[in-house]
């Protein structure tokens, strides 16, 4: 038997067959197009799965259940999206919309928290019992497993880490509040404070990087210009550390989980981001380095956490 993982983005919808054991066996993407009515966007997420199985010669026989990523906030006991940023979602019915087209099992859960299930089950976090996924990309994402079960809230709202504010008078987010962790440890803030920093340093190798050309920074970049001794792209990747670590210690202090799963662009970076990162921790968390049990490492799943933590929904919830 086999699951369907679908991982809904704003750019793409993307579909996998996965055995139980997580491997992919058939994947394929169709665009979203975010902007439709949401029947149409449910449509095409059923049309792609079962693309995928005719493609693969399995029937539904084959199909065990169907799991679903989405952004925004879920309802899974109701099967519902209540509302999601990018996308005309607003009470929107996930499950009875796909099973109009596959009458197998439904599963629906945020993107984040999906993702964070991958891991726990398939990838960095399968030997152990509870696991926070932080994903570093444009935003900072959370995932909280605790034995097994995805921690979202008595309204399935929560894990928003990456807006606990870990400054209140500091930089205005898009949420409304200030000071939000994402503000200062996503890869975006990665890229906006080098920039600002090459900006004012035209004779950091930032510059020379990017052939003079600030819109084509991203966030491998410091760290290559820090590497290679640039001090200016040293102070940039030092303060992004910092910064992550001050998040990092506030997870650790509230659930104290067996290890801590980084995930998204920056994570590439491995030890150059880790050992570092390490230290900083250790430096700030309650308790000095007696305390600092919990693990921090990079995920293993890499974009495909999405799709087989959707394929894997059904362990949290049969």
Known sequence: MYNIGIDLGGTNIAA????KDGTIIRKDSTPTLGDRDDKLIIKDMAMLAL??????????DDIHSIGVGSPGTPDPEKG???????????NTPIRDGIRKYIDKP?????DANVAALGEYECGTGVDYKDLVAITLGTGVGGGIIIDGKIIGGSFNGGAELGHVSIDFNGIQCNCGRKGCWEQYSSATALIRDAKEAAAKNKDSKLNDLVDGDLSKMNAKIPFDAAQAGDKVAGEVIDNYIKHLAVGIVNVINIFQPEIIVL????????????NPLR????DEIY???????TKVQVAKLGNDAGIIGAAM???AYE
């Open 287 to 293: 308790g000095g380095e007696p305390a600092f049990k």
């Open 106 to 110: 439904v599963y629906i859960g945020n």
């Open 51 to 60: 693309k995928l199985i005719e493609e693969e010669g399995l029937s539904l």
């Open 263 to 274: 995930g998204g662009g920056v994570s590439a970076q491995g030890d150059n981001l880790i």
């Open 313 to 315: 929904l059904y362990r």
């Open 16 to 19: 996998a067959i996965v055995a």
């Open 80 to 90: 519902l999206i209540v509302y999601a940023n990018n996308l005309n979602f607003k």
């Open 279 to 282: 230290k900083e921790i250790i």
